[in-house]
Structures are given as C-alpha cells and as structure tokens.
C-alpha cells in the first residue's frame, strides 16, 4: 500500500486530494497545525480514514517527525498562507510559512530519505500568482515570473527551492504552478465562494447586496477537484519537472457575477453589487490565463469541470447551505 503524507489538509486542495488518494488505496497522513485546530473535526468528518499528525511547516522537528511517524512515498506540500490580501497585512508570517516553509520540506524529505533522495517523490503547491505582471499571455513554465504580492514573492522562493533541490540533490520533486481553482470548499474570503455565498443569500432573501473591489481583473478558474488528479499525475512520472494546470480559459468578475446570478434567475445585479477601494488590490493582477499543453501532452491530464459548470455547483452549495442554516 503507497503512504502519502498531505501538509495542508485542511484546506480544499488537501481534502479533495485525500480523497483522491483514499481512494486509489493509499494510506494517507494530514499534518495539521495545532493540536486544538477547529478544522481537525472538518477533516475527520470529510476524510476520516485519514490518519491526522500535528505538526507546523515553520518546525523542522515536527516535520521531521510528521515523515518518521507517516514513512510517505509521497509528500504533497499544500500547506500555506494563501489568502492572497492578507499577504500584505502580514508579509513576514507569509514569508516564513508559504515561502521558507518549502525550504523545511524539501530538507526534511531530503533528509529523512537519506542516501536515495529520489525513494520519496515530492509535490510542491507553486501558484500562477508567481507570474504576476504578466510577461506573455497565455503564461507557460517558461514564462518570466514577476509576483505582485508577497504571497507571490514567497511562492516563487518555494518554486525556485523546489528546483534547486531537484537539480542539487536527486530528489524527485516537481511543481504544479496551478491557475485559480475553486470548489464548494473553498474559503469565504475567497472571491469566488464570497460571490456564490452572497448570491445564495441575496435569492433567499437573507442579504441585500455584495460589496467587491475590482470587477475587470480576469482569471483562469477551474474545479479543484480536477486540479488535484494533477498533483498525483506529476508524481507518477519517471522524472520530475515542473507543469502548468490550467483550463486555458479566462474569466472576469463581471462574468462571474453573470453566471452566479444567472444561475439564480437574476440577469442584471447592478443594483445588487458595489464596489468598495477597500477590497482592491495595492497591485493588482489583471489577466491570468494558463497554457497546460505540457500537463495534458505528458501527463494526459484534462479538466472535467467548466467555468459555467463549476459556478454552477458553489451556487447550488451555498443555497443548500443557507437554506439549513436560515431553517
């Protein structure tokens, strides 16, 4: 049976990932910040053949510890501070999580495997946030990364770091420079779910409207849960490297808001929707768009789930959701 180590558990990509892995006969292991963390009970509810560590990417021991107790043939380094805007509320805690905790993965792996650095193959969560200002549009692993938030500086050191053990040491490790993915378990503070909540809220009469910042910025939105088959696909391969998940489709906000609402009945939301200064962006990111024919050429990896089909499900969720919450 293949043992998985999973950092970052909690989070939409960890569990749609655990599931992934549970369900291919893995044994897997979450790591999980804080013996008291309230999203321990989530994982224990959404996955509970997951065997849950405690354990903190800041702290080389408990990591060492985490890989002693778990013995992974595969470790995915999900975890991170990955609230984007919050990344320029506390730049040093960013840092030291999203970006050199990285550094305390690859070291712990590299050091718990030993004299065969390849025996465990590792996944690093890298972000199209890295490329920032864009340099060419659609954005390939060749492209120049230029990050525009420090939670794009700090991924684009774990990016780089996850390179430079590969090519120093042996070890088997690739990046998923993955393009935005959404699910139903996706944080509120996220645009996307804060969208498909408040549309679910606003229909069922329980808000009037919804506050965003900028409705022009344009992304490349795909489903999670697809994005994770890529994760493990990159594992599987002879050689690591390094690949771009994307749909290769872009959207903005304004289209999102369209097939949010549309989905409700609601065609115009301009009475429905304000926009604040507060919730834009000291430096902002206009148009992502990614370019995954490596992904599927190599790894035979496509997406399932559409844009339409994707907005379509939070919105269903979060009716579900509010309708049991209001009752």
């Known amino acids: 049976m293949a043992r998985a180590l999973i950092t970052g558990i909690t989070g939409q990509d960890g569990l749609y990932l655990a ?25 224990r509810e959404a996955v509970p053949d997951v065997h849950v560590l405690t354990g ?22 999900l975890g991170a501070i990955s609230y984007v805007a919050y990344s320029w509320q506390n730049a040093r805690i960013t840092t030291d999580v999203t970006g050199a905790g990285v550094l305390n993965m690859l070291e ?27 340099q060419e549009v659609p954005q390939r692993e060749t492209t120049l990364l230029w990050p525009r938030s420090p939670y794009g500086v700090a991924k684009v050191f774990g990016h780089y770091m996850t390179i430079n053990y590969r ?7 690739s990046s998923g420079i993955l393009f935005n993915h959404e699910s139903p378990r ?9 969208v498909s909540q408040a549309v679910a809220r606003i229909s069922l009469g329980l808000q009037d409207e919804l506050v965003l910042g900028n409705l022009e910025a344009r992304r490349d939105w795909g489903f999670a849960g697809d994005y994770v088959d890529a994760m493990w696909r990159m594992l599987q391969q002879d050689e690591a490297d390094d690949y771009v ?32 200064p507060q919730f834009v ?6 148009l992502l768009v990614g370019d995954a024919s490596k992904a599927r050429e190599r790894l035979g990896w496509e997406p399932k789930v559409d844009f339409r089909g994707l907005v379509a499900m939070m919105v269903e969720h ?3 959701e509010q309708r049991r919450l209001a009752a």
């Open 19 to 43: 599931e992934l892995l549970l369900a291919k006969g893995y044994e897997v292991y979450g790591l999980v910040r804080g013996q008291n963390n309230p999203k321990i009970a989530l994982v």
């Open 56 to 77: 903190d990417l800041t702290d080389m021991p408990s990591l060492m510890a985490a890989l002693a107790t778990s013995q992974p043939d595969e470790v995915y380094n």
């Open 108 to 134: 712990a792996v590299r050091l718990h495997a030993g004299d065969d650095p390849g025996r465990v193959r590792f996944y690093q969560a890298s972000s199209s946030e890295m490329f920032g200002k864009v």
């Open 167 to 173: 090519e120093s040491y042996g070890m088997h490790a």
């Open 186 to 194: 996706r944080g509120p503070e996220f645009v996307t779910r804060k």
């Open 245 to 276: 998940v994307a749909t290769g489709a872009t959207h903005s906000i304004r289209e999102l808001l369209d097939a949010a609402f549309g989905h409700v009945g609601v065609d115009d939301w301009s009475h429905l929707v304000r926009t604040d």
């Open 281 to 286: 962006r000291p430096a902002e990111v206009d």
């Open 318 to 320: 979060d009716l579900a």
